[in-house]
């Protein structure tokens, strides 16, 4: 019986023109100097976003829990992972809140080595909200970069970025918040707020434009997906939607919803628990509650789990949690079709022998596995019940290696093409191997 899906929203994404800031790139003098003080803010300029893939991905938002619920997995965002990828640490302060106070004319003067009487010249409105129109700014750069004025360039070329690429509001506009998170110093905690709430607020509408920065969520997912040459050369043309829907946990890297503990190394023993989970959500300008006011403070009594909270660090999900994951997604549905099961790792001509058959159906592990060791299952399927998911795929890759390199070594070139597989499946079997010794060790 066909499984039932959700309607898909229409979604769009706020990309800014960044030829004039690619440009300026031409005027810093030392890259690995300006990434040790700025991070890796350069490469966003470059990052070519599929907007296929993340029109794909956005479908996939579980507005309850806050992160992208796949079959059988969830990803998400998390603060480790936004800083190490633009390069900025994460200060043990308070971040962006919006309470700061507006910089003044003579503040932002000072810090973009500009005079005060232009800054004032050029302060202007859009949208209800002040700021510096960006073709002033990328000129005085400019100005700056033909002078080989290092310090003054830098400083206003990465506040474009800051306004224009980490926090794009209005197109061509510098507005005030971003120079005020430029101020604070500290704008990853802002930059991945900025992605769940516009990722939240346009699921909640039912679609529209997304606004945060979005070659950095691109950088992230991509981080996630399968590494290898099948996946990514995708002979055979599918859509990202039916590549999506066909990945599971083990084809990516890591995941975990609750404080990304998988993600971060910890195993994950079980579902999440609701407590940990609550939307609260208020509208600019109408707060009677006072309830920005407490968030800020809330963000000053932070509490850090580590070891001793989440135990040793072990990256696998238990079965428990990896039900309740399918089932979240049961009662969710999914956006698109369930493909029929099928190995991620095939390659090679469609002659394989018993390529594509399946003795059940509804037994997506028999699916993956050839005929000549379906007798495997049989003889351990009372040791995967009592040991983990990775196991039956270490049993899938061992008799792999064997059954591909005797059926097929029938010429010169073939044989050179599966020894280099053979070598790749010996890896992951190495892998699998040490993960069951350190689960059975635990």
């Given at each position: 019986m066909e499984r039932q899906k959700r309607h898909t929203k229409k979604y769009s994404f706020r990309q800014p023109d960044l030829k004039e800031l690619r440009n300026l790139t031409s005027y810093v003098l030392d890259p690995l100097g300006f990434k040790a003080r700025f991070g890796k803010l350069l490469p966003l300029l470059t990052t070519q976003v599929d907007e296929g893939l993340m029109g794909t991905l956005v479908q996939f938002y579980d507005p309850l829990y806050h992160c992208f619920t796949f079959p059988d997995f969830q990803l998400l965002p998390t603060l480790e992972e936004y800083a190490h990828l633009v390069g900025i640490p994460i200060l043990d302060q308070l971040p962006f809140s919006g309470l700061e106070s507006i910089p003044t004319s003579r503040e932002i003067a000072d810090l973009l080595h500009i005079d005060e009487s232009l800054i004032e010249a050029h302060m202007t409105t859009k949208g209800g909200i002040q700021g510096l129109p960006s073709e002033f700014l990328i000129a005085q750069a400019t100005i700056y970069g033909k002078a080989m004025s290092e310090d003054a360039f830098e400083a206003i070329f990465v506040l474009l970025i800051y306004g224009l690429v980490l926090f794009p509001n209005i197109d061509k506009f510098m507005d005030v918040n971003a120079i005020r998170i430029f101020f604070v110093l500290n704008p990853v905690p802002t930059l991945l707020g900025d992605t769940y709430f516009s990722l939240h607020l346009r699921n909640a509408k039912g679609g529209g434009a997304i606004v945060c920065c979005l070659p950095l969520l691109y950088k992230w997912f991509i981080s996630h997906l399968p590494q290898t040459v099948a996946f990514k050369e995708n002979k055979g043309c599918l859509r990202w939607s039916t590549r999506l829907m066909s990945l599971t946990n083990d084809d990516i890297s890591c995941y975990n919803p609750v404080l990304a503990r998988r993600q971060l190394g910890f195993p994950l023993k079980d579902k999440p628990n609701n407590i940990l989970l609550e939307g609260v959500f208020f509208q600019e300008g109408k707060d009677p509650q006072g309830l920005k006011a407490r968030m800020v403070h809330a963000w000053r009594k932070i509490h850090k789990k580590g070891r001793n909270e989440l135990g040793p660090k072990n990256c696998i999900a238990l079965e428990p949690y990896t039900a309740w994951v399918r089932k979240r997604a049961s009662e969710y549905?999914?956006?698109?079709?369930?493909?029929?099961?099928?190995?991620?790792?095939?390659?090679?001509?469609?002659?394989?022998?018993?390529?594509?058959?399946?003795?059940?159906?509804?037994?997506?592990?028999?699916?993956?596995?050839?005929?000549?060791?379906?007798?495997?299952?049989?003889?351990?399927?009372f040791r995967s019940s009592c040991l983990w998911p990775n196991f039956v795929l270490f049993i899938y890759f061992e008799d792999k290696l064997t059954h591909r390199y005797y059926t097929r070594a029938n010429s010169a070139r073939l044989m050179d093409h599966l020894e280099q597989e053979n070598r790749e499946l010996k890896d992951e079997v190495a892998r699998l191997t040490a993960l069951m010794e350190q689960f059975l060790a635990a």
């Open positions: 549905l999914m956006p698109y079709d369930y493909p029929r099961p099928t190995p991620m790792i095939m390659v090679g001509p469609s002659t394989l022998p018993n390529q594509g058959v399946i003795d059940d159906p509804n037994d997506a592990w028999t699916s993956l596995l050839p005929r000549s060791s379906k007798f495997w299952k049989r003889k351990c399927l």
